[in-house]
Antibody, heavy 124, light 106 residues
Framework: EVQLVESGGGLVQPGGSLRLSCAASGFTFGGYDMHWVRQGRGKGLEWVSGIDAAGDTYYPGSVKGRFTISRESGKNSLYLQMNNLRVEDTALYYC??????????????????WGQGTLVTVSS | DIQMTQSPSSLSASVGDRVTITCRASQSIKNYLNWYQQKPGRAPKVLIYGATTLQSGVPSRFSGSGSGTDFTLTISSLQPEDVATYYCQQSFGTLLTFGPGTKVDI
């Protein structure tokens, strides 16, 4: 059974830093792209960062230069280093696995497994 | 970046009704479109990938259609357990984006 367990959330002041972790089990961690997705209270889903199996990383403009995603295959762990945090970064942060599914001759990536999230609150 | 919109933002329907949710991309994403269901207090769950393919274990009353920029999620006969918020998400580019969501109530 796939399990993704996030940790590291908490209360931090604006301008501060936090490091989130995601412990993965039940699958071959090194073979999958992994992502962070966040959700503000009462708000929609926002993709925050992704790292592919080769270690290439991707970020939306809202966090680029402030957030760094990384992975450690030997520990089956995913990380998100968040610097210069802003009030608007307050959210529940989910770790998500991106599975590759093929239909006919095309293959598609989707978030096929999610953790339960860790809450980050940025407030003075 | 590719922007995603959804309509309506919320809807209320009766048990057994046919429900349709629309998702539109700001540029062609071919059929790289996924649909997720999120129930209150729970993590999202994928329903459909590749615009039309039902994920394993998802009830057949859910279906997806569309390609290019316009997509639809249909629930053929709404059930009480379908109360949730539904999100579309494009996986065409390396920068991924979700729609704003559609809340479905009974």
């Amino acid at each position: 059974e796939v399990q993704l367990v996030e940790s590291g959330g908490g209360l931090v002041q604006p301008g501060g830093s936090l490091r989130l972790s995601c412990a993965a089990s039940g699958f071959t961690f090194g073979g999958y792209d992994m992502h962070w997705v966040r959700q503000g209270r009462g708000k929609g889903l926002e993709w925050v960062s992704g790292i592919d199996a080769a270690g290439d990383t991707y970020y939306p403009g809202s966090v680029k230069g402030r957030f760094t995603i990384s992975r450690e295959s030997g520990k089956n762990s995913l990380y998100l280093q968040m610097n210069n945090l802003r009030v608007e970064d307050t959210a529940l942060y989910y770790c998500a696995r991106a599975g590759l599914y093929c239909s006919g001759t095309n293959c598609y990536r989707m978030f096929d497994d999610w953790g339960q999230g860790t809450l980050v609150t940025v407030s003075s | 970046d590719i922007q995603m919109t959804q309509s309506p933002s919320s809807l209320s329907a009766s048990v057994g009704d046919r429900v349709t949710i629309t998702c539109r991309a700001s540029q062609s994403i071919k059929n790289y479109l996924n649909w997720y269901q999120q129930k209150p207090g729970r993590a999202p769950k994928v329903l459909i990938y590749g615009a039309t393919t039902l994920q394993s274990g998802v009830p057949s009353r859910f279906s997806g259609s569309g390609s290019g920029t316009d997509f639809t999620l249909t629930i053929s006969s709404l059930q009480p357990e379908d109360v949730a918020t539904y999100y579309c998400q494009q996986s065409f580019g390396t920068l991924l984006t979700f729609g704003p969501g559609t809340k479905v109530d009974i």
